[in-house]
């Protein structure tokens, strides 16, 4: 087929067409910082923990979707959980690239000890910290200086 044989209104509907369905398709991109902190804020679960287990819900092209299963040592900033609750979180597969999008990746391992923030038991994960001493002093001992961020928490001075 030979483009000369398409006159100019041809071109301007078959680009509108064109660009009604780029407007269509759902944009993807990671959201602004607070979005992740309220996220975090909101959930019911905030605690120290050691990931007990872990299962592959869904598995996409560079990514999985997994289940962890969570045994609590101490729950955080006035909240509770049980004394076993999960939360799901996205993993990148080996060699896999993230893809643009509001999606955190974590690299959970069994038998890990961490600060965990949980939607709600089974929920989503929207933070996930290993623990280390300076964090652990931080949530006993000064709670307002831990900061929520995008998937993790840090300390402020």
């Known amino acids: ?58 598995r996409q092209r560079n990514c999985q979707q997994m289940k962890l299963v969570f045994t609590l040592e ?3 900033a006035g909240t509770e959980a049980p004394q076993s609750f999960s ?14 999008g509001p999606k955190i990746y974590y690299r959970p391992q069994n038998g ?3 600060f965990v923030s949980i939607s709600e038991d089974g929920g989503q994960i929207t933070t996930f910290t290993e623990m280390t001493p300076e964090l652990e002093h931080a949530l ?12 993790k928490v840090y300390m402020t001075k």
Do not use: H, T
């Open 140 to 151: 006993n001992q000064k709670p307002p200086a831990i900061k929520y961020g995008m998937g």
């Open 74 to 76: 101490k729950a955080i």
């Open 112 to 114: 890990q000890r961490v």
């Open 1 to 58: 087929m030979r483009f000369e044989k398409f006159s100019s209104a041809g071109w301007i509907m078959a680009l509108a067409v064109l660009g009604v369905l780029c407007l269509s398709l759902p944009a993807q991109a990671v959201l602004p910082p607070k979005v992740y902190e309220q996220r975090a804020l909101d959930s019911k679960i905030k605690a120290i923990a050691v990931v007990k287990s872990m299962q592959e819900v869904k």
């Open 87 to 100: 939360g799901l979180c996205w993993v990148l597969l080996p060699g896999g690239r993230p893809m643009p």
